[in-house]
């Protein structure tokens, strides 16, 4: 790109905070907006500019990120009556990194390109650790070309970014990468909850299974986890009960049944009635012990947990 673009970002929650922070890392000259004032404000101590609104972000910028919480915020942002789109200037580029719908990212795409605006989209996949390290995975829907231009950018957020299809095609494969992970997380519940009742050590579960050909990184990471206790996170529980029913709507879209996605969405619900929407989302593992009777503990069985590798 020659000179570094100037950047607008709006979105500033677990996940855009620390990706802001290693733009600004990297050199880049950082606009930034939130609803929260005071949170664009505190990272004018780390070099980025506030702005009041999304607006005049857009006014200011060569690229305009955002990590939003879902459609209503992007449509907000883009596209209704103060939406940004009318205010950047033909050639500059958009990158969203939200977790949403791919229509509504293919209606921004459309809606930018009337303006001469390319559109990246490009959700990630990792929490706000590889954030922090420039470790996420990106799924980019955008043309060849338009990649190019935007990968100085997304090389400064992730360590894998992929090339998936046009816009729109990125949220598609991080919405099946949820619905994996999602369904997962109900399977290690029922998982470790036949271990308990049959008898079984479930420290030592762990450590088998980790190792044979039923071992996968959820089981690895998230199974100790498991075993230590109930925890907040920083992907919460809500948060994962959302892209489900993302995931659940594309299929209907598409006409592809999700039947494993619904059935697992309801221990989601579940767990939201029981006001664990703040927990971790790999939470839900233990509701689905607790209906079978079993508290996940390393006590349960009176093993010893050793650490993952």
Request: proline letters at 5%.
């Amino acid at each position: 790109m020659g000179e570094q673009p100037t950047l607008g970002f709006v979105g500033l929650g677990n996940m855009g905070r620390p990706m802001v922070l290693r733009l600004l890392e990297a050199g880049y000259r950082v606009l930034v907006s939130d609803r929260r004032w005071d949170v664009a404000q505190a990272l004018e101590l780390h070099g980025a500019e506030a702005v009041p609104t999304p607006l005049l972000v857009a006014d200011q910028v060569d690229v305009f990120l955002t990590c939003l919480p879902g459609d209503e915020e992007l449509f907000e942002v883009y596209i209704g009556p103060e939406g940004a789109l009318e205010h950047l200037r033909p050639g500059t580029m958009v990158i969203d990194l939200s977790t949403a719908s791919p229509m509504i990212l293919q209606r921004i795409a459309q809606e930018g390109r009337l303006r001469q605006i390319d559109v990246v989209d490009a959700p990630v996949g990792g929490g706000p650790a590889e954030a922090s390290t420039g470790a996420l995975t990106v799924m980019v829907g955008a043309d060849a070309a338009v990649l190019e231009r935007a990968l100085p950018i997304l090389q400064v957020l992730g360590s894998e970014i992929y090339l998936v299809g046009d816009p729109g095609m990125g949220k598609v494969v991080k919405l099946v990468g949820d619905l994996v992970t999602g369904v997962s997380f109900v399977l290690i519940g029922e998982a470790l909850a036949l271990a308990a009742n049959a008898g079984a050590d479930l420290a030592r579960v762990y450590e088998v299974i980790r190792s044979s050909s039923g071992g996968w990184k959820l089981w690895s990471e998230v199974v100790p986890e498991l075993l230590r206790g109930p925890q907040e996170g920083l992907f919460r529980l809500e948060l994962m009960k959302r892209d489900m029913e993302l995931a659940m709507r594309l299929g209907n879209d598409v006409g592809s049944p999700v039947p494993l996605a619904a059935l697992a969405h309801q221990f989601y619900v579940a767990a939201m009635a029981r006001g664990w929407g703040g927990l971790a989302a790999h939470e839900v593992a233990r509701l689905v012990g607790r209906l079978a009777n079993v508290q996940f503990s390393v006590s349960t069985g009176g093993g010893e947990l050793l650490a993952a590798e």
